[in-house]
């Protein structure tokens, strides 16, 4: 039954193409690349005028390629609410996340070997290099807080993933609420 | 070109299958089937498998269709292009690339040149073409030529420019090539007849550099000036961003986000060895290089908020560039290397600044509309070109630096990333169309608009690579 649902499917495609690569799912290994070879000797000479015909084989630099690896586990972290959510275009830490910031702020008093992160992202709207930008003011501004209840600041780093990490994929207003935001990690 | 279709086939273990040819959506089934056969399950969980992964295929396959190239022209802009008959070449049936398809491809991609369609066959580069025949077809010019396959295995690529008007050879070249480099022979031969007509150098062997985001992994891509023939240089589970070519083209600086903040990487294509050239406390972003290659500019977190920094290519610590309260980013040089255009804030909204690398207060450039980024510059420092949001919609720009003139040259809403060629000529940008994004080609007027073929799934982030030494 199998093989013959195979060869039905098989006799209904067209003759397929010659080469294809394939990506497995699985966990990338970091791996120094090495050159990919298609490299000729040094450019066709150019020809001159009517009469002249160069030859010479092409160059073409190849490309090596790294995988990296992905990145490890996080420190104990405290629980409970660590993302602080913002009004478009703003970076202003609204009244109703002051009892979250104070939770963390206690947190990583209590150990002079915490690390934390806040990491700032935006909406989608707008290029991503400002959106960077904005999202680090985010983060910022979360440290500020944090750093005004007595946080120092060696214990916090403050990045920003701009608009590259939605937690809510989607156009419409509901979605881009839930992107404006600070989190609060351990590392 | 990638079909991704992770989220329906994960749970089930399967490969993530990637197909690399100008395909109809079927062939991936090829593939798909010869994974099957391989599956050690039990009969008739094979067939219900079977069967939802076929469906899963024919539903990626609507919603991923093959992305061929697609070249929209304004109507009446026929007049101020040559016309070209390109004969196919003698023996290119028998081989991977047609090479005629490239050439005549590159050249209406440049906006410069309108191909006539001609029948098969009969032409190469040694014959006389009969003048009066190919004119009554329209054409002034003719490209012929021939593909044939060498004792070592390689091919021996030839062809001869015609100029039609006047009955003149033009001259012509042949390369011995490795298959893998048949792709590269063609644009090779669109630059030699570019640059013999217009004038002006031929952009059709350089490269073009990438990102595309398949389910969670992002790859940076390098392809071909028409998007084919991509080599991925950089794989990886969390995003890249703002690709750079370094003004020679061996390197590339980006933005990884690997390490869990973004962090600056420079790369060095052929071997893959890379370096962190900017890894400072907060965020490093936005690189761009000087036209000498010695210098980069930054944009750091360090000192709070963000602001412009130059550093050594080699590395070292930075120097600060810009003095505000105020955020400051997307760097990037002028061809002489003497000023740096940016992005800025401090006036209220993100608007285009220039201000002296040696120092000194920076100028504001765009006072239309409330938020303008992005800046790139033309090769000869004449024109920038830029993202602007009008009305809501993000369109890309061209403003003549002279006159401060400025025009949208785009009519899409989510433009991104502008670049130039290195000729100036034409721009390649990201765009997106009902979601999907796509990378195009434009040239200066907006007139001649090309959707380039490649990857599907999302594609973003485009940077044009130098024209290469010869």
New interface residues.
């Given amino acids: 039954?199998?093989r013959y649902?195979?060869a039905l499917?098989?006799a209904a495609?067209?003759a397929?193409?010659?080469?294809?690569?394939?990506?497995?799912?699985v966990a990338?290994e970091d791996k120094?690349?090495?050159?990919?070879g298609?490299?000729?000797a040094?450019?066709?000479a150019?020809?001159?005028?009517?009469?002249?015909?160069?030859?010479?084989?092409?160059?073409?630099?190849?490309?090596?390629?790294?995988?990296?690896?992905?990145?490890g586990a996080g420190a104990a972290a405290l629980q409970g609410p660590r993302i602080i959510y913002f009004d478009y275009d703003s970076f202003v830490i609204k009244p109703e996340f002051q009892t979250v910031i104070e939770a963390h702020s206690r947190f990583i008093k209590a150990d002079a070997a915490r690390r934390a992160?806040v990491?700032g992202h935006t909406d989608e709207s707008?290029?991503?290099?400002?959106n960077?930008?904005?999202g680090?003011?985010r983060a910022?501004a979360v440290r500020r807080a944090l750093a005004l209840l007595g946080v120092p600041d060696a214990q916090v780093?403050?990045?920003?993933?701009?608009k590259?990490?939605p937690a809510v994929e989607g156009n419409d207003d509901a979605a881009w609420a839930k992107n404006r935001r600070a989190e609060i990690v351990y590392? | 070109m990638?079909v991704g279709n992770?989220g329906l086939l994960?749970g089930h273990?399967?490969?993530?299958?990637?197909?690399?040819?100008f395909?109809?959506p079927?062939?991936p089934?090829?593939?798909l089937?010869q994974s099957?056969?391989s599956m050690t399950l039990q009969?008739?969980r094979?067939?219900a498998l079977?069967?939802r992964m076929?469906v899963a295929f024919v539903l990626a396959a609507s919603v991923f269709p093959a992305m061929a190239q697609l070249r929209v022209e304004v109507s009446g802009v026929g007049l101020t292009q040559l016309p070209i008959a390109i004969a196919p070449f003698r023996g290119q049936d028998l081989v991977?690339q047609k090479l005629s398809t490239i050439v005549q491809a590159d050249l209406e991609r440049s906006g410069q040149f309108r191909a006539t369609e001609l029948a098969a066959g009969g032409m190469d580069e040694l014959a006389r073409p009969d003048l009066n025949a190919w004119r009554q077809k329209g054409a002034d010019s003719l490209v012929a030529g021939s593909v044939t396959r060498l004792a070592d295995g390689r091919y021996d690529v030839?062809f001869r420019l015609w100029d039609l008007t006047r009955g003149?050879?033009?001259?012509?070249?042949?390369?011995?090539?490795?298959q893998?480099?048949l792709r590269?022979?063609a644009h090779?031969i669109a630059d030699?007849v570019y640059e013999k007509l217009t004038g002006d150098k031929g952009i059709f062997s350089t490269r073009i550099a990438y990102v595309t985001k398949v389910a969670n992994?992002y790859n940076l891509w390098?392809a071909d000036a028409d998007g084919e023939n991509a080599?991925?240089?950089?794989?990886?589970?969390?995003?890249i961003?703002?690709p750079a070519w370094s003004p020679l083209?061996?390197q590339l600086a980006y933005v990884?986000?690997?390490?869990?903040?973004?962090v600056v990487y420079v790369?060095e294509?052929?071997?893959?060895?890379?370096r962190l050239l900017a890894n400072f406390?907060?965020?490093n972003?936005?690189p761009a290089w000087s036209p000498d290659g010695r210098t980069l500019a930054v944009?750091l977190?360090r000192d709070?908020?963000?602001q412009l920094y130059l550093i050594d290519a080699q590395g070292g610590e930075p120097r600060r560039l810009s003095q505000s309260s105020s955020?400051d980013?997307?760097p990037v040089f002028s061809p002489d290397g003497r000023t740096l255009f940016f992005?800025s804030d401090r006036g209220g909204s993100?608007q285009i600044y220039r201000m002296p690398v040696a120092g000194g207060s920076p100028q504001r450039l765009t006072f239309t509309g409330s938020?303008n980024?992005?800046p790139t510059v033309s090769p000869d420092g004449k024109s920038l070109a830029y993202?602007s949001?009008v009305n809501g919609a993000?369109r890309l720009h061209l403003m003549d630096l002279t006159s401060g003139n400025s025009v949208a040259i785009t009519d899409s809403s989510s433009d991104?990333?502008p670049s130039f060629a290195p000729n100036g000529r034409l721009l390649i940008y990201g765009t997106s169309n009902q979601g999907r994004e796509s990378l195009t080609t434009t040239t200066l007027d907006g007139r001649v608009k090309t959707r380039l073929a490649g990857q599907s799934g999302e594609i973003r982030?485009p940077d044009w690579g130098p024209l290469?030494?010869?």
């Fill in positions: 039954m199998n649902v195979l499917a098989c495609l067209l397929g193409c010659g080469s294809s690569v394939k990506l497995d799912d990338v120094t690349g090495k050159a990919v298609t490299v000729g040094a450019g066709a150019g020809a001159a005028g009517s009469a002249g015909v160069g030859t010479g084989a092409l160059a073409n630099s190849g490309v090596a390629p790294v995988d990296v690896n992905r990145s992160a990491e707008g290029g991503r290099e400002y960077l930008a904005l680090q003011k910022e780093e403050a990045v920003s993933f701009g590259e990490k590392r | 990638v992770v994960s273990g399967l490969s993530v299958l990637a197909v690399d040819c395909a109809s079927m062939r089934l090829v593939q089937i099957v056969s009969p008739h094979n067939l079977l069967v076929l991977p030839r003149q050879d033009l001259g012509g070249q042949s390369y011995a090539v490795s893998a480099d590269q022979s090779r030699f992994r390098i080599q991925s240089a950089l794989a990886s589970p969390e995003p961003i703002s083209g061996g990884s986000f690997e390490s869990r903040k973004p790369h294509i052929a071997t893959g060895k890379r406390r907060g965020s972003s936005a944009t977190s709070g908020g963000s955020i980013t997307e992005v993100p938020y980024i992005s993202i949001r993000f991104e990333s982030e290469q030494k010869q």
